[in-house]
């Protein structure tokens, strides 16, 4: 059942009763290999690496709710960022936006740079900035939005224009966003991307990774890699996200209520020196985040006063319903400081460019009781006092 409603698609998208027991969800096929009554005659599946059930299962829901026809799960969203550069050759050149998660930039960096891939790195506010780095050599453009950790806004439809015009493909990493909030193969994107271990799966109890497209040549490249390189997810992890996806819609709302409270409650605090918060209608990607999103997401960036780790480690330190803990996405509030944890592979002084500084704190906004997450971060702040 595919419906034009998000809610309905999340729960039953490309989804259907196991056809010999008649199970609503679909099974865990725990399985490494399947009989052949004949060399090469057997129902549809070899060996789970290349094929299983339970993958095939999640992958058709993946597909469905970000309004693809193809989808691939990995072993995790870095293995995804890894066969989306295997698409290159040597000497292609990638355009990205300069405020990205620290992992997709040490992979571009520290492992692709030495065979011969070229990474140009800047703020994509401007469509027209990315279009100045264009030449014969970029290949793909790659986008994150909202930005982690500064959360700034990208317009994928004016990038799109962008690659279009170069014959490049864009790659819009969706993981805050979600593919509720946002797109972006509707936007004119050729690869959505997510590290499925955050909202899809929702439970901080599985790592697991997604790519979605519409292009059938695209998928079948990709679908090449899965296989020849192996990153794929087991069933059991597969089972997890498919499990996650059904409730997404439902838990964004939360998520999304609870952060724009303790947004504002923020933004008021005699400690916070700045938010970062696109539903704040200052916020200079505010109109762009209105026009392409469904709403604003559960993800909020704070400086302390001082902007220094110390503070902000007193801050994150005290905290007792929010968790420090890396990664996001989860039904429970996480705070993160980006500069020591996520962020730690990008040099300094390019980190502090993008604004990650030493004194920023990431929340991750999950959906308990909003008056327990505003007290605690009340009293976690009260140190600075």
Not at 95 to 114: A, C
Request: include cysteine; aromatic fraction near 8%; charge should be negative.
């Amino acid at each position: 059942m595919d419906s034009e409603h998000f809610g309905t698609r999340a729960i039953h998208g490309g989804q259907h009763p196991d056809p010999s027991t008649g199970a609503v969800m679909p099974p865990i096929y725990q399985t490494s290999t399947y009989a052949q009554s004949a060399p090469g005659v057997h129902q549809g599946y070899e060996y789970s690496r290349t094929q299983n059930p339970t993958r095939h299962a999640l992958e058709r829901a993946l597909a469905s709710i970000e309004g693809g026809t193809h989808g691939l799960a990995f072993g995790s969203g870095l293995a995804a960022v890894d066969a989306c550069m295997k698409l290159l050759a040597p000497g292609d050149e990638v355009i990205s936006t300069n405020d990205l998660y620290g992992g997709t930039y040490r992979q571009f960096v520290k492992v692709y740079e030495k065979y011969g891939l070229k990474f140009h790195f800047t703020p994509m506010g401007n469509a027209a900035d990315v279009a100045a780095l264009v030449n014969a050599n970029t290949k793909m453009i790659w986008v994150e939005t909202p930005t982690n950790p500064m959360l700034n806004v990208i317009d994928i439809a004016a990038v799109a224009e962008v690659a279009k015009k170069a014959g490049a493909l864009l790659v819009v990493d969706n993981t805050f966003a979600t593919p509720y909030l946002q797109q972006p193969l509707a936007l004119g994107a050729d690869i959505a991307l997510h590290s499925a271990t955050k909202y899809l799966g929702g439970h901080s109890d599985v790592v697991l990774g997604a790519l979605v497209v519409k292009d059938e040549a695209l998928a079948e490249k990709l679908y090449f890699l899965q296989n020849a390189t192996g990153a794929v997810c087991g069933p059991m992890d597969s089972f997890l996200v498919l499990r996650g996806i059904k409730t997404l819609h439902v838990r964004m709302d939360r998520h999304q209520e609870n952060a724009l409270e303790l947004a504002d409650y923020l933004r008021q605090h005699p400690a916070v020196s700045r938010v970062v918060f696109p539903g704040f209608e200052d916020h200079p990607g505010h109109a762009v985040a209105k026009k392409q999103m469904r709403g604003f997401g559960g993800m909020i960036s704070f400086a302390v006063k001082s902007d220094s780790f110390e503070d902000a480690s007193k801050v994150v330190s005290a905290l007792k319903v929010f968790t420090l803990a890396e990664s996001l996405g989860g039904v429970e509030s996480l705070a993160g400081h980006p500069a020591s944890m996520t962020h730690a592979s990008i040099p300094k002084a390019q980190r502090e460019e993008s604004g990650v500084t030493d004194g920023l704190i990431r929340l991750s906004v999950g959906i308990e009781d909003v008056r327990d997450l505003k007290a605690d971060l009340d009293t976690a702040l009260s140190v600075l006092l």
